[in-house]
């Protein structure tokens, strides 16, 4: 059959999202006519066009809308619309005669954005300094893009991101009612959207479209380009699945989307879309894992005797048609591992299904993805790396796994140097003392460049509730292994777990000041904790001294189901912590405040660290 994956808007415009170059390569090698597009990439290259911000601008001036960056974007105008060209060529190729141009800085309008660089805000001007002729012209053209941003949130759409559109709509959504009336509503992105589908549909021609929704920030885009095929081309069977499906939408009750989406497949795609291609060709047929309305109701589908497809007998993603030059680096900081998520192509690719650990109790351990762990083998990986770097000419990794086996690393990292293939490769990793100075020190030489990886809280009896497996202790090790070796290390932190209080907070923040005094993390993220369904704190609440709310269905019944709303048993007040939290780490990934008195970041009142950690 003739199918035609698509990446809808929102995700990243660095690198595709590799989720439909597994299912393109599997359903190639299952005979059929697949076409992959990055609708995200297409939009962004159409907004970021000087037509596109002739358009912007004429949407500005009609909103009316009265503030001081929409008057200095309306009188700069013309030099927006003059320079955008040569800007996005230039993130795009890394080339440009107008460098010196650009970090000169007389030719490009300057907003907002640029003010930290003026001032030197927390020294960003003195890294600034520190960069090459290059990275200096890409972090300018960065923040050029950044001042568009924020015009077209204030003056044209607010629900635009560079990496998520209408992510507030998708968030916590136990009813469809809402994105029902936003799909009404049409913003000049939404026209581009439905005229991107247009084009690709007239160019493709498919008989059936699969819609790719890895996070919240890819729902609207998504039903927005569904809307579009069911209107304008109603033959054509619209798909969806992926991440936020697979999480969200797997006690979905409410028929109303299949007004405009056909099916509904969960968990892996290879083989439910296999099965389904089949299912529509012939009007019959076994399906996995697949919901759709039958006779008004929803209907979920999984035949006996189905099976998914061992991951290590999957061939390598296939990025066909996904044209890596065109994809735009942004460099919007300064800090060298903070960049690596906007900056660069990346080929993205899975070392294993799932997760080695699996125990986590705030990770949704109980869903397939996360849960049923197959990796692959060295060999086999280095195979599909090599497989790739032919395809699409990049020798830039991401591995996207929850967290990399650090059996297969090792292995990997022999394999790449035996073979003496020339990568630079970075990935989530969970922090394994496995980790030793020897196998750190292996994978830098086999292009290691960077890892990430959840310390979540820094406090002894909240890590046990946690179920991380680690030990303050053995988080430093294995971060100095990483340090001298020459990895840059970001870690995901975490705040407000079930009966965590204010002091083990506040201590976690000691822990991480003196980490990033000794230069053990380059950066770090602070979230704030979210129960999830799947989790086991969600499946177990009474254990974690929490009760969750119930919350109102529609009548139409429940959509979305992830996020749930929960009391602790005794209140603590978390939310106070998280500016102080995010203000501090701000300061330490640039090198400041790293010896203040750790209770000047916050507002309120806040103890003092009692943890007694020499490191
Ligand atoms: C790596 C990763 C990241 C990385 C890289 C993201 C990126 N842009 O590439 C980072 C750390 C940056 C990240 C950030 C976020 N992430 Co994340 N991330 C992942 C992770 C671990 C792997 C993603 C991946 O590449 N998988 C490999 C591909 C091949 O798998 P896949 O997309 O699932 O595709 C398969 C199936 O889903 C299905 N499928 C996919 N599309 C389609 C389409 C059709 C038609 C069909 C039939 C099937 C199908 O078939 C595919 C092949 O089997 C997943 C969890 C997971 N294991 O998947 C979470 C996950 C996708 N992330 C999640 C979230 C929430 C986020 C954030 C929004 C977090 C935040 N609050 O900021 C951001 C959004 C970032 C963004 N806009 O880019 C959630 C999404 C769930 C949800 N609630 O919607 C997940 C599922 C994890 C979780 N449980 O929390 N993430
Ligand atoms: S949080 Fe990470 S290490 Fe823990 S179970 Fe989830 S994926 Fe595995």
Not at 7 to 28: D, G, K, M, R, V
Not at 439 to 444: D, P, Y
Request: proline share 5%; hydrophobic share 40%; charged share 25%.
């Amino acid at each position: 059959m003739k199918v035609l994956l698509v990446l809808p808007p929102l995700t990243q415009f660095n690198t595709p999202y590799p989720s439909t170059a597994y299912l393109t390569s599997y359903l190639e090698k299952a005979g059929h006519e697949v076409n992959q597009i990055d609708l995200g990439l297409e939009l962004i290259l159409k907004m970021f066009s000087k037509e596109g911000l002739k358009q912007i601008t004429q949407e500005v001036r009609k909103s009316k809308i009265k503030n001081e960056l929409l008057d200095f974007f309306l009188d700069a105008a013309n030099e927006y619309e003059n320079n955008i060209e040569d800007v996005i060529s230039f993130l795009q190729t890394h080339e440009s005669p107008s460098i010196s141009k650009f970090i000169e800085r007389q030719t490009l309008p300057e907003g907002p954005r640029f003010i930290p660089l003026d001032d030197n805000q927390g020294g960003v001007l003195d890294l600034y300094n520190g960069l090459s002729d290059k990275d200096k012209a890409k972090h300018i053209c960065s923040l050029f893009l950044d001042d568009l941003a924020d015009v077209i949130r204030i003056g044209v759409d607010a629900d635009f991101g560079f990496s998520r559109y209408a992510e507030k709509i998708a968030m916590a959504l136990t009813s469809y009612s809402p994105v029902q009336k936003r799909l009404k509503k049409k913003t000049v992105i939404d026209e581009w959207i439905g005229e991107l589908t247009r084009v690709n549909l007239q160019k493709f021609r498919p008989e059936v479209i699969g819609l790719s929704i890895p996070f919240p920030g890819n729902l609207l885009g998504a039903l927005r380009i569904a809307e579009t095929t069911k209107k304008e081309f109603p033959d054509i069977k619209v798909v969806i699945g992926g991440g936020y499906v697979n999480t969200e939408l797997r006690s979905l009750e409410d028929s109303r989307i299949f007004d405009i989406v056909d099916f509904i497949t969960f968990d892996d795609g290879e083989k439910p879309l296999e099965n389904l291609l089949s299912f529509i060709k012939n009007g019959e047929g076994s399906l996995l894992r697949t919901m759709y309305r039958k006779e008004g109701k929803v209907t979920h589908v999984s035949s006996p005797g189905l099976h998914d497809v061992k991951f290590k007998n999957l061939d390598a993603p296939s990025f066909r048609g996904l044209q890596m030059n065109r994809y735009v680096s942004m460099m919007e900081t300064i800090n060298p591992m903070q960049r690596l998520w906007t900056d660069g192509r990346w080929n993205k690719m899975v070392l294993a299904h799932g997760c080695y650990w699996k125990k986590c109790t705030f990770c949704d351990v109980s869903l397939d993805y996360i849960g049923r762990y197959e990796p692959d083998s060295a060999i086999n990986v280095v195979d599909k790396m090599e497989s790739i770097i032919k395809e699409t000419n990049v020798h830039g990794f991401h591995f996207v796994d929850e967290a990399a086996p650090p059996t297969l690393l090792k292995a990997m990292s022999e394999e790449i140097l035996k073979r003496g293939l020339k990568v630079t490769w970075w990935g989530n990793i969970r922090f394994d003392p496995y980790f030793t100075s020897d196998v750190t020190k292996l994978m830098k030489d086999a292009g290691c460049i960077a890892v990430t990886g959840g310390i979540e809280v820094a406090s002894e009896r909240v890590l046990k509730l946690i179920d991380k497996g680690i030990s303050i202790e053995k988080v430093a090790v294995v971060t100095k292994n990483f340090k001298d070796a020459g990895v840059f290390v970001h870690a995901y932190l975490m705040y407000g777990f079930p009966t965590e209080t204010i002091q083990e907070t506040i201590d976690s923040l000691e822990v991480v000041r003196q980490f990033f005094k000794k230069k053990y993390l380059s950066s770090a993220y602070w979230h704030r904790f979210a129960l999830t369904a799947h989790s086991p704190v969600g499946l177990n609440p009474d254990k974690y001294k929490i009760k969750i709310v119930p919350e109102k269905i529609s009548e139409h019944g429940l959509f979305a189901k992830n996020e749930l709303p929960f009391v602790e048993e005794k209140f603590v007040d978390h939310d106070m912590l998280g500016i102080g939290l995010r203000r501090a780490l701000f300061n330490y990934m640039l090198g400041q405040g790293l010896d203040m008195d750790l209770r000047e970041w916050f507002d309120e009142k806040v103890p003092k660290p009692k943890v007694d950690l020499s490191l």
